[in-house]
């Protein structure tokens, strides 16, 4: 007669536990998985069309693509780590960034109409950078305070690199409210952490915000004070063609 042995009713409950355990973290790692993914399609098209409008050719548009839609998550995950980085081990990035800026590249007259349509997703795409970025901070042990400035480079530094590519001053550093926002959305993924509330709730409720305060600076043209009273000084007017000094005399 077979002999049947029963596991211990705390046993059963850990691997329970244990089990309810991993599949939140799945599901967790998913949820990060596509927002990122949403995030680098919608960076990914305004980088390209940043480079159609400098009349870059179709390579230059595909590096500005992948440029703007990566460069922050790459620093992030050199910083803390966690290498190779994302965006170069999972060519779901690569492919996402490509295909944004073939789509761009081919039908830009279209996207441009809806500048004010990329403009609202750039938004959306900084928000879901920004919560990403902070929770894989957070995951790698980060304390609170970097984690949410990691998360804040995250969301703005794609940006900076398009526009210094496009040798510009980056817009994160004269335009409306933009890395402030990122930080502001990364900062309740952190205090969600520090409740212990779910990731969800956190990344739904830091996206919002991140979201509406690039939106309404957009909008109500809202950004930092700059300083006053600094005047720039005057350039000194180009001499005529013909004055004495450019002319030559006769041999």
Avoid at 24 to 39: I, Q
Avoid at 73 to 96: C, E, H, M, Q
Avoid at 147 to 160: C, D, P, R, S
Avoid at 225 to 244: D, L, M, T, V
Wanted: net charge neutral; hydrophobic share 55%; with cysteine.
């Amino acid at each position: 007669m077979p002999l049947h042995f029963q596991k211990p009713k705390q046993v059963v409950s850990m691997e329970t536990s244990g089990l309810i355990m991993l599949k939140k973290e799945l599901s967790t790692d998913r949820l990060v998985l596509v927002l990122d993914l949403a995030g680098t399609f919608v960076f990914a098209l305004s980088g390209a069309m940043a480079a159609v409008r400098r009349r870059l050719d179709l390579f230059g548009v595909l590096v500005l693509s992948f440029a703007a839609a990566t460069f922050g998550g790459i620093t992030r995950d050199l910083l803390i780590g966690a290498v190779p980085p994302a965006a170069i081990s999972n060519w779901y990035y690569l492919a996402i960034s490509l295909l944004a800026g073939i789509i761009t590249f081919y039908w830009h007259p279209a996207i441009d109409r809806l500048m004010n349509l990329v403009l609202i997703l750039d938004a959306a795409g900084l928000g879901l950078f920004a919560v990403t970025g902070t929770h894989k901070a957070l995951s790698y042990g980060l304390n609170p305070v970097m984690a949410a400035l990691l998360g804040m480079l995250t969301g703005i530094g794609g940006g900076m690199v398009r526009d210094l590519l496009l040798t510009e001053i980056p817009v994160v550093l004269r335009a409306e409210l933009y890395a402030v926002a990122a930080l502001a959305g990364s900062v309740v993924v952190v205090g969600g952490d520090m409740l212990e509330l779910s990731f969800t709730t956190a990344s739904v409720v830091g996206a919002a915000l991140c979201f509406w305060l690039r939106f309404m600076a957009i909008r109500r043209g809202w950004q930092l004070p700059i300083a006053r009273g600094f005047k720039q000084p005057a350039q000194e007017p180009a001499s005529p063609p013909n004055s004495k000094e450019d002319s030559v005399d006769p041999p």
